[in-house]
């Protein structure tokens, strides 16, 4: 039996505390205090592993671009041996929030929003997350298109139109205006719209 | 000369200083101490006006619907005598942060919508909103279909597409990712996509 605290294991239970404060009253309410009662543990405990509230939702920010990461990576290799229109449904899908695990994600991650207009660094950690999706669209949609798949469009600016839809559907499901079903089939609609 | 204080001018004045802190610093930043310094007035003079900061925070969602509604009402009243199709684009566009009033706005949307995923009242006065948008577009969809402007499309469909377009494309404007002029030329290359 291991002797030594698992220091991995307990940041992790911490952040899995600060994500559920996070998701369920916003960025507002996570303190270090609120995180440890959350978690069940001592505010020094949590002071241990994040020595500020701005540490601790920095270390949220990073996460959640791991779990938007993980959660596209696997939606695209389910979508295998797939054309690379299908690669782009499931990477687009892969940013809705269809379920509760997407939706925790898209409620963190529009409280971020606000902060990240305010901040510069958080601001430039979007933005390269964005470039990377917007470049992983359009290398796609330029594949397909030399596949005879989609009609002579350029990719940059298609990339850019379905990104910012499914930017708008995931907003629009997440406050109930529509639903999930919906709202793939929108972008289903807008996909279908490409082909020659 | 009135010997009364002008009530209507002085909650005026204290919602614009909410309205600066908001935008500057998110809604996380609204207190009614902040707003006071802001303002520069005591906390007990907004105390008169607002009595708490949930208060202040309800009449602030209810000014933001005001101002987008009234931003959208000008751009559209400058596009008439035009096309149902041009309505249609002076509405999206007013939807975009392509000036300092706008920005403001979309700012304190964002640090809103948050607020509104955990508050039912809040969320509902969002979506009303939000209906009332779709309405009109595809109201004016359906007219611009009538007179021969647009593919045989389904307006409510589109209506949707074009609004999810817009609320994707004014999170990037917000955040630099495009700029104003790139975000309008996505939206009239959607809406080029629609004629037939």
Do not use: C, N
């Not at 389910?78 to 892969?94: D, K, Y």
Request: aromatic residues 4%.
């Amino acid at each position: 039996m291991p002797r030594v605290v698992d220091h991995g294991q307990r940041r992790g239970e911490i952040a899995a505390a600060l994500w559920r404060v996070a998701a369920a009253e916003g960025l507002e309410a996570v303190s270090l205090a609120r995180v440890a009662q959350e978690a069940g543990v001592s505010k020094g405990r949590v002071q241990h592993y994040f020595a500020s509230r701005d540490e601790l939702l920095d270390f949220a920010a990073q996460q959640l671009q791991l779990r938007v990461d993980g959660r596209v990576r696997a939606r695209m290799a389910a979508a295998a041996p797939s054309s690379p229109l299908g690669e782009v449904r499931a990477l687009l899908t892969a940013l809705l929030p269809l379920d509760d695990d997407a939706r925790t994600d898209a409620r963190v991650g529009s409280a971020f929003l606000i902060r990240a207009l305010g901040d510069e660094r958080l601001r430039e950690t979007y933005r390269s997350g964005d470039r990377l999706i917007h470049g992983a669209v359009a290398e796609r949609l330029a594949a397909a298109r030399d596949a005879g798949e989609l009609a002579g469009l350029d990719p940059g600016r298609e990339a850019t139109v379905l990104l910012a839809l499914a930017g708008g559907l995931a907003e629009s499901v997440l406050l109930g205006d529509t639903d999930g079903v919906a709202a793939v089939a929108v972008l289903d609609h807008q996909l279908g719209r490409l082909r020659p």
